[in-house]
């Protein structure tokens, strides 16, 4: 643990490549009941609000993913095709320093992590809690595997697009502040949500601050999608359970409706109103889908209910 806050600490893995810097929430006696993963572009810390009151019951962990926040591994562009890479990076988390499975829990790219790391290795999963995944027809998998795929939707996705032409330095953490207030995918963020994400997504330099996560590497993720999340389903230990945006979801309803063919054991909702930026918006909907899946994998929890 390097430092610590009323929120939350500060905490640190070393893995092959390098370090992963995460914050915990909760008792830290015990091992991690949930690992949460964040969002593309975004860190752990963006999601305080959402997980502090989690750890009044639960130990909670979320990391930063390679490419995001303050975890130093390696992070290039070139030959960076899927979110395997992220996937395997939680592997090997779980096994050489949590030591027990996990409900395994994220938004958006974070979700989707999330289900793959499960389907991969079903015995590190206590089940998985996803808010709006990134789950898109199997056309669309299809599609990413043919030559040039991930470099075409970087140039060809609006999304991606966008992110490569981020502004990625400021003044300082207070004038990024002030700059993204209520901007963009920001508009519903409150102040303290800005500056958790400000406070990890910036890191300072001789001349201001800078972007942890590059805009070059956050639009190669944006098209990074040469995994397949229809293949992990099937595989991933229940409960399963799943939240989706109501307005512009990263999970189509069609998506939303074969994961129940696949998985009847499924719970699926959806947040009439709500858009991709749910456990922002609707921090409480978000908590309780966390705390379900939580609590389905771990009945010895009931009574704290």
């Known amino acids: 643990m390097e430092s610590e806050s009323p929120a939350f600490r500060r905490v640190s893995f070393e893995l092959?490549?390098?370090?992963?810097?995460?914050?915990?929430?909760?008792?830290?006696?015990?091992?991690?009941?949930?690992?949460?993963?964040?969002?593309?572009?975004?860190?752990?810390?963006?999601?305080?609000?959402?997980?502090?009151?989690?750890?009044?019951?639960?130990?909670?962990?979320?990391?930063?993913?390679?490419?995001?926040?303050?975890?130093?591994?390696?992070?290039?562009?070139?030959?960076?095709?899927?979110?395997?890479?992220?996937?395997?990076?939680?592997?090997?988390?779980?096994?050489?320093?949590?030591?027990?499975?996990?409900?395994?829990?994220?938004?958006?790219?974070?979700?989707?992590?999330?289900?793959?790391?499960?389907?991969?290795?079903?015995?590190?999963?206590?089940?998985?809690?996803?808010?709006?995944p990134v789950i898109m027809s199997s056309g669309m998998y299809g599609f990413a595997q043919l030559p040039g795929a991930p470099l075409w939707w970087s140039v060809m996705f609006p999304i991606a697009r966008g992110a490569s032409r981020r502004r990625s330095t400021f003044e300082s953490k207070e004038a990024a502040v002030a700059a993204l207030t209520g901007r963009g995918v920001f508009k519903s963020f409150k102040p303290e949500q800005i500056a958790d994400y400000v406070g990890d997504g910036f890191n300072e330099t001789p001349n201001g601050v800078k972007l942890a996560c590059t805009p070059a590497y956050e639009a190669r993720t944006f098209s990074a999608m040469r995994h397949d999340p229809w293949a992990a389903l099937p595989k991933a230990p229940a409960p399963i359970v799943i939240l989706r945006a109501d307005v512009r979801s990263t999970?189509?309803?069609?998506?939303?409706?074969?994961?129940?063919?696949?998985?009847?054991?499924?719970?699926?909702?959806?947040?009439?109103?709500?858009?991709?930026?749910?456990?922002?918006?609707?921090?409480?909907?978000?908590?309780?889908?966390?705390?379900?899946?939580?609590?389905?994998?771990?009945p010895t929890y009931r009574d704290l209910v």
Request: hydrophobic fraction near 45%.
């Open 16 to 132: 092959k490549a390098g370090r992963m810097a995460g914050l915990a929430w909760g008792d830290a006696t015990r091992p991690p009941d949930i690992l949460f993963l964040h969002a593309t572009g975004f860190n752990a810390r963006t999601y305080n609000t959402l997980l502090a009151p989690l750890g009044e019951r639960f130990h909670v962990l979320a990391v930063d993913l390679r490419g995001h926040g303050q975890t130093m591994l390696p992070a290039h562009t070139f030959g960076y095709g899927s979110w395997n890479r992220h996937r395997d990076d939680v592997i090997e988390l779980i096994d050489h320093h949590i030591g027990a499975p996990v409900t395994l829990a994220g938004h958006s790219m974070g979700g989707t992590v999330s289900l793959l790391t499960a389907g991969r290795r079903p015995d590190l999963a206590r089940g998985v809690a996803m808010i709006d």
């Open 251 to 298: 999970m189509p309803r069609a998506a939303a409706a074969r994961v129940l063919e696949i998985r009847p054991d499924a719970r699926v909702a959806t947040v009439d109103g709500a858009t991709h930026m749910l456990p922002i918006e609707r921090p409480d909907r978000a908590r309780a889908a966390i705390e379900t899946a939580a609590l389905m994998a771990n």
